[in-house]
């Protein structure tokens, strides 16, 4: 069983940045791709990131290419997402997700954090 636990979401003005951060705890939680997804009301859930299980390998969603940097500390199994250069419509919740290598679907979910970005 993997539990995720998401902290760092909050309000911040236009321009300004947040840093997310997710822990797994998982007995193999080194093996486990993570990612962040967002949901903003009234949108599809989109995914904005996520980093292999050696953190070598990454992926952004076009929307947050250059922005948003996603890494991963195994010793702590954490995760992290840096957002800088932060718009009004990054305003979503933010879900941290994990599956284990060779998964395709995310099996596993935090409960979401918060961000508001006022412009």
């Known amino acids: 069983q993997v539990q995720l636990v998401e902290s760092g979401g909050g309000s911040v003005q236009e321009g300004g940045s947040l840093r997310l951060s997710c822990t797994a705890s998982a007995r193999s939680a080194s093996m486990l791709t993570l990612g962040w997804f967002r949901q903003a009301p009234g949108k599809e859930r989109e995914i904005v990131a996520a980093?292999?299980?050696?953190?070598?390998?990454?992926f952004y969603g076009d929307s947050v290419k250059g922005r948003f940097t996603i890494s991963r500390d195994n010793a702590k199994n954490t995760a992290y997402l840096q957002m800088n250069s932060l718009k009004p419509e990054d305003t979503a919740v933010y879900y941290c997700a994990a599956k284990f290598r060779g998964n395709e679907e995310w099996s596993y979910w935090g409960q979401g954090t918060q961000v508001t970005v006022s412009s």
């Open positions: 980093v292999g299980f050696n953190g070598v390998n990454r």
